[in-house]
């Protein structure tokens, strides 16, 4: 493939061929609507996806088309109206296992350091508190918080609280990550940093990925498909690969590509068709 990737059918759910690995997350059909007034408002429509194994997928959409109804939805703090969500080709009731939920505040305890917010999942799952410390503290180091551990979130920039609150999530090794706008509210400089980290953590553990992000550059940069929603009731418009020529942890080489610069202007294109 060359240019700005292939665009695949609007409603390409991506499934993976007979024989190859289980995906981790396969959504079919998936429709939800909420109760307003007394009518029910769609905001999910026939949406279909796959996240395969050590894929890192990136979703953009115009704002309020329901794209945190949709993560929400995935990871069972809502039910669907209808369709499948299967989770390593298992139908799931409730809150899937092993899948790390990051939102773009950082929701840490003032009252606990660093390693204290770190560690606090492990604690409530009744990890040994040595063991808790001892991962809570590589887990800050790998993210660049070495010698910060014991510093409040009141005395850390917001770029390490996210930091804290990434790491706070990947503590507990989930083999599925699902990222709400985690990067939003950062410095330019602050979320090139942060998504290089995540970008190398994730694609190391071959850990897979589903990112929201009003971001066209972010969802570009980071992910290996990129799906473009439409506005209410969502479905999926279209969905690119991506493929670039530079390291892809190495976000400004990234965004510094010929084809990057082509993915943003068609994916923006798609938005702005929407938005009309």
Not at 40 to 68: A, F, N, Q, W
Not at 93 to 121: E, F, I
Not at 239 to 244: K, W
Request: proline residues 4%; contains cysteine; hydrophobic residues 40%.
């Amino acid at each position: 493939m060359t240019g700005a990737g292939v665009v695949q059918n609007a409603g390409d759910s991506g499934n993976v061929v007979s024989g190859a690995p289980v995906a981790p997350l396969v959504v079919e059909h998936v429709a939800k609507s909420y109760e307003v007034g007394g009518l029910m408002v769609p905001v999910i429509g026939d949406l279909s996806l796959t996240l395969r194994e050590g894929e890192i997928v990136s979703i953009v959409g115009p704002s309020g088309c329901g794209k945190t109804t949709l993560l929400n939805t995935l990871c069972g703090l809502l039910t669907p109206d209808s369709g499948r969500i299967r989770w390593h080709g298992r139908e799931v009731s409730g809150q899937p296992q092993n899948v790390g939920y990051m939102l773009q505040k950082d929701l840490l305890l003032p009252w606990r350091t660093a390693l204290g917010n770190a560690m606090l999942g492990l604690e409530i799952r009744g990890v040994a508190s040595g063991e808790a410390e001892d991962r809570g503290r590589a887990m800050l180091d790998q993210l660049g918080l070495h010698g910060f551990a014991d510093h409040y979130p009141s005395t850390l920039s917001g770029g390490m609280r996210q930091r804290v609150a990434l790491a706070r999530t990947l503590v507990h090794e989930p083999d599925v990550l699902l990222l709400d706008e985690p990067f939003a509210a950062l410095d330019f400089q602050s979320k090139l940093l942060i998504e290089s980290d995540t970008a190398a953590l994730v694609r190391q553990s071959r850990r897979s990925l589903l990112l929201i992000t009003h971001d066209i550059e972010e969802a570009v940069s980071l992910a290996d498909r990129v799906i473009v929603l439409s506005k209410r009731p969502t479905r999926i418009k279209a969905s690119y690969d991506i493929e670039l020529g530079a390291e892809r942890t190495d976000m400004i080489g990234l965004r510094q590509s010929q084809e990057f610069s082509q993915y943003v202007r068609r994916i923006w294109a798609d938005l702005d068709v929407v938005l009309q």
